[in-house]
T-cell receptor, first 114, second 111 residues
């Protein structure tokens, strides 16, 4: 298995633009998590899905952020409009079951909003 | 709310020596799990060790072991025979349905 695949690896955009981050979880995993990592705030859970259904989105910072999981093999995190303070590394992770099982992380997307 | 605290932003150790990274947590959940993840410069998050809170026995994975003190809500990581490849950020995490991570400890290995 190729592991959790995220794209793009790097994204540079201008303030106000729409940004879409993509994630393909490991086949067979039924839980998917989106995390954001910054120096100031560390790793923050944004949202997680179980069986493609959003379970907890309390970490989504504001309405500019949205996440979808249309099927078991694909998820997106969208920021519209983007702002400089959104600059961070965004990780997707998947697991079989809840997070108390082993989380497999993707390589992350480094987002820079100018 | 769950919180995880790593009080050591940075640690260093001589190669082949032993180092212990500290972690304390707070949770209202009765059934939860504890983890240590490693993040090398490649940015990839790698699971180091996992502990079920209901188990009294401390988890061990080769050179990595934990000291789990449930009453004190403490979960430290001991790395024995440190190697240059152990240099990374180490994150402690706690949770059940979702994980909360600490701020991390940057570990440097001195040759």
């Amino acid at each position: 298995d190729a592991g959790v695949i995220q794209s793009p690896r790097h994204e540079v955009t201008e303030m106000g633009q729409e940004v879409t981050l993509r994630c393909k979880p490991i086949s067979g995993h039924n839980s998917l998590f989106w995390y954001r990592q910054t120096m100031m705030r560390g790793l923050e859970l944004l949202i997680y899905f179980n069986n493609n259904v959003p379970i907890d989105d309390s970490g989504m910072p504001e309405d500019r952020f949205s996440a979808k999981m249309p099927n078991a093999s694909f998820s997106t995190l969208k920021i519209q409009p983007s702002e400089p303070r959104d600059s961070a590394v965004y990780f997707c992770a998947s697991s079989w079951g809840a997070a108390n099982e082993k989380l497999f992380f993707g390589s992350g997307t480094q987002l820079s909003v100018l | 709310a769950q919180t995880v605290t790593q009080s050591q932003p940075e640690m260093s150790v001589q190669e082949a020596e032993t180092v212990t990274l500290s972690c304390t947590y707070d949770t209202s959940e009765s059934d939860y799990y504890l983890f240590w993840y490693k993040q090398p410069p490649s940015r990839q998050m790698i699971l180091v060790i996992r502990q079920e809170a209901y188990k009294q026995q401390n988890a061990t994975e080769n050179r990595f072991s934990v000291n789990f003190q449930k009453a004190a809500k403490s979960f430290s990581l001991k790395i024995s025979d440190s190697q240059l490849g152990d240099a990374a950020m180490y994150f402690c995490a706690s949770g059940a349905q979702k994980l909360v991570f600490g701020q991390g400890t940057r570990l440097t290995i001195n040759p």
